[in-house]
């Protein structure tokens, strides 16, 4: 039985990006695969795109929350695979990257923590690829010296059932990268 991924998308008023997103978790053609989406109670369109894709959804909500930390927090508490990741509504996951996440979990079960590289993209920015740095210590991790982007970690979910802290606004997932490292936890790095 092959594992099972688990994806949540945090979302709030973010329907011109949210389509694109949804689209890029359900093209990966990977199963068994749970995505669960917590909105804010968004007022512009997203709702209506989310309904689009409800029968392929294992939950969804929108009602009003704590932002963004809270939403991925409410998604976890919901999520039952065997591993966990979530993406923002403003970005999206490359062809073939479910497989390539879970063939290597599948063929390494005593990793727990992969981040592979990442492509940067949007308004304002050049688009680019970034080569995972990943954290190797808490050290490393408190000196900023990694480059490892959010969209690219996967985690078992045994190592973050806690969830992230809410009291790290815009710094919860490297909060959760310091607290991972130390308790011994390694990242490791997932070439694209």
């Known amino acids: 039985m092959p594992l099972k991924l688990s994806i949540i998308t945090p979302s709030f008023n ?7 997103t949804i689209l890029s978790v359900l093209k990966q053609g990977y199963e068994p695969l749970e ?4 909105d804010g109670g968004s007022t512009d369109e997203s709702v209506s795109i989310i309904r ?26 919901r999520a039952t695979g065997d591993i966990l990741a979530f993406i923002n509504s403003d970005d999206v996951y490359l062809p ?5 996440v879970m063939g ?3 063929q390494h079960p005593e990793s727990h923590w992969v981040c592979g590289d990442t492509v940067m993209f949007g308004e304002g920015h050049e688009t680019k690829m970034i080569n995972a740095v990943v954290p190797l210590s808490a050290a490393h991790c408190l000196s900023w010296a990694y480059r490892a982007p959010q969209p690219g970690h996967f985690w078992r979910r ?11 606004n815009y710094d919860f997932d490297h909060d959760m990268y310091v607290r991972l490292l130390l308790t011994g936890h390694k990242c490791e790095h997932l070439p694209l």
């Open 158 to 168: 045994e190592i973050i059932r806690e969830g992230f802290q809410e009291r790290w």
């Open 96 to 100: 073939g990257t479910f497989n390539a």
């Open 52 to 77: 689009r894709y409800e029968d392929k959804l294992a939950y969804w909500e929108s009602e009003k929350d704590r932002g963004q930390v809270h939403a991925i927090n409410k998604g976890l508490e």
């Open 35 to 38: 995505y669960i989406i917590i």
């Open 104 to 106: 290597h979990f599948e």
């Open 14 to 20: 973010q329907g011109r990006f949210l389509e694109e």
